[in-house]
């Protein structure tokens, strides 16, 4: 079965940094990569659909871009309602998978 | 708008059955696909099945594969997961989520809130 391999696992960054988290598809998958957010206790919420297009609502300081098997999300200037783990997920065959995620601390 | 509330979590012993349910509301159920994705305690996220629009197709995790079985109501906005033969590990938080395009197997773009199984003796 297809794996995601996202790194790092967990990162350290302050307000208003740059962000950058990618996700490594073990075979192409072509577009078809999502990117969730989760906060503790809550259910994840989809950030970015088909790798690069942002979900209605969502900010815009938060992009996707990727192709095949290399895959990266970025939020541009870190907000202090963005620490959270985050999550990438493909849909290119069953069955699906998630990455290990990321988690953004302070 | 949209909900989606997972139901039947509890504490079952190791080999024993369970089915979860998931009541939808506020989109047209009958045109998208619901996945169901677990979280074990401090871990990650899991997918685990997803059934079709019309319940017709059904696809599961290997690590679930011949022991769950998802299936729908579209009369009544309803889907189960029917959990058997359940182990140490099935333990988690249990979600549905609906697909984000009709008639889809894609990506999920609302979650319900959750439902808690612990499998333990």
């Known amino acids: 079965d297809l794996q995601l391999t996202q790194s790092p696992s967990s990162l350290s960054a302050s307000v208003g940094d740059r962000v950058t988290i990618t996700c490594q598809a073990s075979k192409g998958i072509r577009d078809y990569l999502n990117w969730y957010q989760q906060k503790p206790g809550k259910a994840p919420k989809l950030l970015i659909y088909d790798a690069s297009n942002l979900e209605t609502g969502v900010p815009s300081r938060f992009t996707g871009s990727g192709f095949g098997t290399d895959f990266s999300f970025t939020i541009s200037s870190l907000q202090p309602e963005d620490f959270a783990t985050y999550y990438c997920?493909?849909?290119?065959?069953?069955?699906?998978?998630f990455g290990g995620g990321t988690k953004v601390d302070l | 708008q949209v909900l989606l509330v997972e139901s039947g979590g509890r504490v079952v012993q190791p080999g024993r059955s369970l089915r979860l349910s998931c009541a939808a509301s506020g989109f047209s159920f009958s045109r998208f696909g619901i996945h169901w994705v677990r979280q074990a305690p401090g871990k990650g996220l899991e997918w685990v099945a997803v059934i079709s629009s019309d319940g017709g197709t059904t696809s599961y995790a290997d690590s679930v594969k011949g022991r769950f079985r998802m299936s729908r109501d579209n009369s009544k906005n309803t889907l189960d997961l029917h959990m058997n033969s359940l182990r140490i590990e099935d333990t988690g938080l249990y979600y549905c989520?609906?697909?984000?395009?009709?008639?889809?197997?894609?990506?999920?773009?609302?979650w319900g809130q959750g439902t808690t199984v612990t499998v333990s003796s």
């Open positions: 997920q493909h849909y290119d065959n069953l069955p699906f998978a």
């Open positions: 989520a609906k697909t984000r395009q009709e008639d889809s197997a894609d990506g999920m773009d609302v």
